[in-house]
């Protein structure tokens, strides 16, 4: 008997414990309209950037298949190709370092271009072929957390990538940045 009503006392506790106060749905949605007005007042020019703010920074390379390719008009870099636009933001692209290879340390500062200054490196392997990294970025999570782009972690997958078979850290001729997972450095090239 003495089991029984301990048994019922755990239940009754951790069923009290499962429901959903008004209190914490009213937070989560008075959070999200907060990230939601930050968003607005956020501009990303690289990786995440809306399409609008995206053109405004780079110029289509018309040779190539429409908003697909651009050449920047703040840097030297790129040109910009294979741009993927979906639901209004630049979610993926590479930067194609091939006519002036650059090296692994000087590749890191083109990222620093792409990304915002709260970028932090999360992970990084290198494989025979290239080398991943993760970022996270408060701005990037907080511009990609909409209801088209749900993606509150703000990660972004990087590969560095040398024109041969084998990767050489000394000249990175392309990186891409894409939307990314933790487990993104794990993915073979």
């Known amino acids: 008997m003495e089991r029984y009503v301990t048994l019922v006392v755990i239940l009754a506790f951790l069923a009290g414990c499962g429901g959903t106060s008004t209190a914490g749905v009213t937070r989560k ?8 007005a930050q968003a607005d007042d956020l501009r990303l020019g690289g990786f995440g950037a809306l399409d609008a703010d995206w053109n405004q920074d780079h110029r289509v390379d018309t040779s190539r298949p429409s908003g697909t390719a651009y050449e920047a008009t703040d840097h030297s870099m790129g040109p910009y190709v294979g741009v993927l636009h979906r639901y209004e933001h630049v979610l993926r692209y590479t930067i194609d370092l091939s006519k002036a290879p650059v090296s692994s340390v000087e590749a890191k500062h083109v990222v620093a271009l792409e990304l915002p200054p709260d970028a932090v490196l999360l992970a990084s392997r290198a494989y025979r072929e290239c080398e991943h990294f993760v970022y996270r970025s408060r701005t990037v999570g907080i511009v990609l957390n909409t209801m088209l782009v749900p ?6 997958g990087i590969s560095f990538q040398s024109r041969s078979d084998v990767y ?6 392309s990186l891409t940045l894409q939307l990314a997972d933790p487990d993104f450095v794990e993915t073979d090239c």
Do not use: K, M, Q
């Open 29 to 36: 949605a008075t959070v999200r309209s907060e990230l939601l």
């Open 151 to 156: 993606d509150p972690r703000g990660l972004v």
């Open 168 to 173: 050489d850290p000394a000249l990175v001729t």
